[in-house]
Structure formats: structure tokens, C-alpha cells
């Protein structure tokens, strides 16, 4: 949960910095366009991955499967957090870039159920 909330944090100050101090372009504009980034980033280093370790080891069927089903479930949650942004801008009438910015928070606070020892 600490790693999701550091990395939110560096785009959230990422974000400033481009809108302020480069003034490139408004500061929820930046971190949608930050967090996304890096979402892709995170999802073109896990093919990279899954290429190298599909040519390199003799039980490539088993390494591709996890290693795919990963890129979907990060994609897939890049995908439902923009849908579910867009449907919070429709019902409550808010900024689209503010609410991406509360829902991508509140993901942070979401924890996997499975304990350490499993």
C-alpha cells in the first residue's frame, strides 16, 4: 500500500511542477497524463518481460500465462478507472481530471485480501 501511495505522490508533485513551474498545461491534465503514463510504462515493461522469459526458459507456456494475465489485469485496471471517472463526472457533475485524481487516491487505500503467510 506504501508503494501505491509513493508513486501516486510523485505524480501528484510531478504534476505541479509541470503546470507550474513549465506551465505546460493544467495540473489535472498533467497527472492524468502522468499516471496513465506510467501505467503504460508498467505495462510495456511486463511484454519486455514476458518476451525475455518466453525465450529464455523451456517452460515459456507456464511463464507467458502468468506473466499475461498480469498485463491484462494492470490494463484492465487502467481501463476501468477511466471508465468509472467518466461515469462520476456524469452523475455528480464534477471536473473529469479532479475526480480521476480522487479515484486513482482512492485506489491506494484498496489492499489485496490475501495475508503475507498465504
Known amino acids: 500500500m506504501l508503494k501505491k501511495f509513493a508513486l501516486w505522490f510523485i505524480c501528484f508533485g510531478l504534476s505541479f511542477l509541470v503546470s507550474d513551474v513549465f506551465g505546460l498545461t493544467e495540473q489535472g491534465k498533467a497527472f492524468l497524463y502522468i499516471n496513465l ?17 518466453g525465450l529464455a526458459t523451456d517452460s515459456a507456456a507456464e511463464a507467458n500465462g502468468i506473466s499475461f494475465l498480469v498485463v491484462l489485469a494492470t490494463a484492465g485496471t487502467l481501463v476501468i478507472i477511466l471508465f468509472a471517472t467518466w461515469g462520476a463526472t456524469k452523475l455528480f457533475g464534477i471536473d473529469f481530471y479532479v475526480a480521476y485524481q480522487i479515484m486513482t487516491f482512492g485506489q491506494c487505500l484498496c489492499t489485496d485480501s490475501k495475508k503475507k503467510g498465504d
Open 37 to 53: 503514463g506510467t501505467g503504460i510504462i508498467i505495462i510495456l515493461a511486463l511484454i519486455v518481460i514476458l518476451i525475455i522469459v
